[in-house]
């Protein structure tokens, strides 16, 4: 069945780089699209950006380039890499098959030295 | 960006009632390919979302059909047709006509 799976450290240090891997199953990375969206406790949710199907990347800009999403079809891997962090980065981070019809378990994230 | 309002912000029932939620959005969220790509999400607590309904009115698969969608343009409704108790979380409504996707602020379903 379709599965996402997301990993990555619980505990990012302000100014560094947070690196997510989305591990998919149950479909494959060039027939489907994937997205990532946060959440910050208690609060909606926030699209980050997506990796198609094709292998291109839209992002959102209030990311400004900063974030950076890639994958590997062969491990059925997208990634999401994010720099700069800061403490208003804490919160869930998802990643889910669009059209959102599978989401992963979520990964939390705090940014704090 | 296109700002999604949702009304109420939080809509407590009794169960069997039926409620409805409402999404405006800022523009017209019908897409140049005749799609209007707004969709229901509901988040259980301590859970990940879940699509409810797609493209407006769309029942995603395994999804009870006392949910219901209906709109067009900027103004969008969920129905919830008799609540029942597994029913409570919050709602979200997501557009992704226009980059970058948006979602509502949620509308939280309580129990009267």
């Known amino acids: 069945q379709v599965q996402l799976k997301e990993s990555g450290p619980g505990l990012v240090q302000p100014s560094q780089t947070l690196s997510l891997t989305c591990t998919v199953s149950?479909?494959?990375?060039?027939?489907?699209?994937v997205h990532w969206v946060r959440q910050h406790s208690g609060k909606s949710l926030e699209w980050m950006g997506r990796m198609w199907s094709d292998g291109d990347t839209s992002y959102n800009s209030a990311f400004t380039s900063r974030l950076s999403i890639s994958r590997d079809t062969s491990k059925s891997q997208v990634f999401l890499k994010m720099n700069s962090l800061q403490t208003e980065d804490t919160g869930t981070y998802y990643c889910?098959?669009?059209?959102?019809?599978?989401w992963g378990q979520g990964v939390m994230v705090t940014v704090s030295s | 960006d296109v700002v999604l309002t949702q009304t109420p912000p939080t809509l407590s029932a009794t169960i069997g009632q039926s409620v409805s939620i409402s999404c405006r959005s800022s523009?017209?969220?019908?897409?140049?390919?005749?799609?209007?790509?707004l969709h229901w999400l509901l988040q259980r607590p301590g859970q990940s979302p879940q699509l409810l309904i797609y493209l407006v009115s769309r029942l995603e698969s395994g999804v009870p059909n006392r949910f219901s969608g209906s709109g067009s343009g900027t103004d969008f409704t969920l129905k919830i047709s008799g609540v029942e108790a597994e029913d409570l979380g919050v709602y979200y409504c997501?557009?992704?006509?226009?980059?970058?996707?948006?979602f509502g602020g949620g509308t939280k379903l309580e129990l009267k």
């Open positions: 889910a098959r669009n059209p959102l019809d599978y």
């Open positions: 997501v557009q992704g006509t226009h980059a970058p996707w948006t």
């Open positions: 523009q017209s969220l019908l897409h140049s390919n005749g799609n209007t790509y």
């Open positions: 149950g479909f494959s990375l060039t027939s489907y699209s």
